[in-house]
């Protein structure tokens, strides 16, 4: 009885070990995003498909170690899928409508359509240069890369956990859109259904008619689930506010009101050639009344948090390894242009920046650091029905 | 603790009050149930006292509600929140999160309660009900047994002293129908919380009951008391309660146990009456319609589909379906393996078992919409999956779940016209259907304004009208009152006897045991007892019908067949 079992050694001997996730230790989900959004900080740095390809290699790999099985989890593989059709539309289009990048190898030539003179400058069919799709597929494989990396924080993090870390104020805006979002799995299956019931029918479920067909049902049906959906939070106190003074509220409008104007003045004054000087105090001074605006509308909320994430050791690393890696490419592009941006004209082969490249590694701390979810197949998911 | 006085709902464009000059009073920590048919305003009476009617539906409340001194009218249904606790009838449009916990504290987050606080009733709910190995689960990947588990839990939290369940039961198999009412009557017990319920299934609940409100009709006051009292004038009443009334037992039994006390004379009586044989089935097999001309869009023509499966010749008449060591895969789930049936004509055969066995799949199967991983389906001597819809709708008819998904056009003359020509019958074949299962339907309905029994019998109608041999139903009484109950199985029984075969899939054990000849009882997907009724569930502690678990060891399995037995009138 006394023996320590084997995982209680191996947990004691190895406490740096990442522990298997549970509600207490989830990463924020702020964690994660500002993790994917520094991977994708520095793919929007650099259009060398080696260090792009890396940057997918490195999110896929964290996303392979450290992703549940919920629901939300299994949208990687779209955002793969979108990706690569991103990519395929920028190279269809390139063909298609031509290209300003010079080039001198001809891969094959399209019919070009004579086009009136007032469309200079536009051109369809013509020329198709290899410069010209090694450039396009760059393009397209930056902003794929983009994609993947959102989808790797959609699939890492609940959603719903990063709308419920918004402030008490915008609190009602968050719920509307968790509640959205719930609706299109179930829209989903409603058009399954319907499908399914025309076949019943004897009617093909396909084409125009059918779509239109089983559309308004559909609508119908998500509009009669929200109704309930509206009425469930009702009964279950959604919306309850507390008693506030006329004096707050008031405060609350115009500090609100007036941090939202100051922040546009300011930033159309860091945008405007000659209004830099007044535009970054005017800045500050707007989110700083915007920021307490919010906090004051909080105050009429009497919403409590359940069990908030915490920010701990782990979420920090998670964080500032991708926030690492953004930096590191921003300075890299900074000392060495030429490597980020292999060039097209003329063409010659990328090659791998061996900083930049060891920097995107960094990206792979969190399949360390973040907590291991408990592995699917495992006892609880045969819970008695 | 919930008083109404003098309440009357009157909605806006109804001919007559939902309720009128209701006045009751439920007393402090008692389970009390709301009986009556459908549509004499159960759900009105239940969204009263959670405030939603009239603040969320509309309609004009007269009268007054109170729930523990709180008038409903100056409080909103979010001012009561605190005080009543509210699951309608399916769970899933409750929620507002995605995963248990979450769910669990949601009602409590927005009453601002402590954080502390909420953390130890979230862990007492879970333990309460169960969930504890569920709580980090996403809700939409429950069972609907723990759905509904998961929404009581999520109104438990804030402590509300009233508990408001519409049909918490309906959607369940019994096991899990036995899980739900096991929490209420702990609630009831150790927390002495008060539950106002409405269900239709009364054999499964009516004997946790303190007291019976029943509703007898649309706009009659309502009549409360004891259960037994209540029960013995009600017009909707479980077998058990049918069978004590007809033994003329007093007071009246509620609980198979109780029947089973006084059933020692009535057993005595039945001894020498041998209980009938099953009805063989012996029925003429349905003549085919005259195959209507195939229409091909040029594109399939062009593209080779729709290719007709060569002409197999018309089915043999002593088998209308056969299926054989059938497996389905979905993903890495095994859904259905190595599942043998043969269906004869006019032969009803009840598919049984719990929430996930794989009786929908089956039944998906055998209309073609799920493609065999193993095996061979036959159905009319075609193979499913390869026949097109139009060819197939004349072999199989299934009526789903939700009978409204069958349902396209916004008046019921206008569906039956579409259905007609979907299924290549002569015009008014559909209409003459309807006007013999649901008599005095007007032609300018919107069949969303039917009840639910009545959109059951259109939906059948629609199907029966391109005269399928095979008839499926999934889970055909859910959310049926006795009566509408009563229609559905006369309406079956017809069908059988005129040679149509029909599976139907279904957890309720006293529909099986009026209609079925055969039940077939899945388990994860595997067949583990396929017999005749008798055989089947007599011996089940689960699936045994009210009356032969009173009358065990003799074999009778509904109260028409005692009563037929005793020689009383029915």
Known sequence: ?385 | MIRFEQVSVHYEGAARATLSGVDLTVPEGELVLLVGPSGVGKSTLLGAVSGLVPHFTGGTLSGRVTVDGRDTRTHKPRELADLVGTVGQDPLSHFVTDTVEDELAYGMESLGLAPDVMRRRVEETLDLLGLAGLRDRPIATLSGGQQQRVAIGSVLTPHPKVLVLDEPTSALDPAAAEEVLAVLQRLVHDLGTTVLMAEHRLERVVQYADQVVLLPSPGAAPVMGAPADVMAVSPVHPPVVALGRLAGWEPLPLSVRDARRRAAGLRERLAPVRPPAPEPVTAPALPALAPSPVRRGALARLLGRGARTPDVPEPVADVTARVERLGVRRGRVEALRRVTLTVAPGEAVALMGRNGAGKSTLLATLVGMVEPTTGTVLVGGRTPHRTEPRDMVRRVGLVPQEPRDLLYADTVAAECAAADSDAGAAPGSCRALVSELLPGVPDDTHPRDLSEGQRLALALAVVLTARPPLLLLDEPTRGLDYAAKARLVGVLRGLAADGHAIVLATHDVELAAELAHRVVILADGETVADGETRQVVVSSPAFAPQTAKILAPQKWLTVAQVRAALGEPS
Request: charged fraction near 15%.
């Open chain 1, 1 to 385: 009885m006394t023996a320590p079992t084997g995982s209680a050694v191996l947990a004691r001997s190895r406490p740096l070990r990442a522990p298997e996730a549970n509600r207490s230790n989830a990463l924020p989900a702020g964690a994660w995003w500002l993790w994917a959004l520094g991977l994708a900080t520095a793919a929007s740095r650099t259009t060398n498909p080696l260090l792009l390809g890396l940057l997918v290699g490195v999110a896929g790999y964290v996303v392979a170690a450290r992703r549940t099985d919920a629901p939300w989890a299994r949208s990687y593989g779209a955002f793969i899928r979108i990706g690569l059709f991103v990519v395929g539309v920028r190279l269809v289009f390139s063909v298609f409508l031509g290209s300003p990048i010079p080039g001198t190898h001809t891969v094959f030539t399209l019919p070009e359509v004579p086009l009136p003179d007032w469309a200079k400058g536009v051109r369809i069919g013509g020329r198709v240069t290899a410069e010209q799709l090694v450039f396009a597929l760059y393009d397209g494989a930056k902003l794929a890369t983009l994609l993947i990396c959102v989808g790797a924080a959609n699939s890492l993090a609940n959603p719903a956990r990063l709308l419920k870390s918004l402030p008490g104020a915008l609190y009602e805006a968050g719920v509307a859109v968790v509640v959205a979002m719930t609706f299109a799995p179930n829209m989903v299956a409603d058009v399954m259904r319907l499908r399914t019931a025309r076949r019943l029918r004897g009617r093909p479920t396909g084409g125009v008619k059918a779509v239109l067909q089983i559309g308004l049902p559909v609508l119908e049906g998500a509009l009669e689930r929200s109704v309930a959906v509206a009425a469930s939070m009702d009964a279950r106190g959604y919306g309850r506010t507390a008693q506030v003074p006329p004096a707050v509220r008031h405060t609350t409008n115009v500090l609100t009101l007036g941090g939202l104007l100051g922040v546009c003045a300011g930033t159309y004054g860091l945008l405007a050639a000659q209004g830099a000087v007044y535009g970054l105090p005017l800045l500050i001074a707007g989110l700083v009344a915007a920021a307490a605006g919010l906090r004051l509308g909080g105050a009429r909320s009497v919403r409590t948090r359940y069990r908030p994430d915490r920010w701990g050791a782990r979420a920090w690393l998670v964080a500032g390894s991708g926030v690492a890696v953004a930096v590191a490419m921003i300075w890299a592009g900074n000392v060495d242009e030429a490597a980020l941006h292999p060039g097209v004209v003329p063409l010659i082969a990328p090659v791998l920046p061996l900083w930049p490249a060891a920097s995107v590694l960094i990206g792979l701390l969190p399949a360390v650091v973040a907590p291991v979810p408990p592995s699917a197949g495992a006892p609880r998911s045969k819970e008695i029905q």
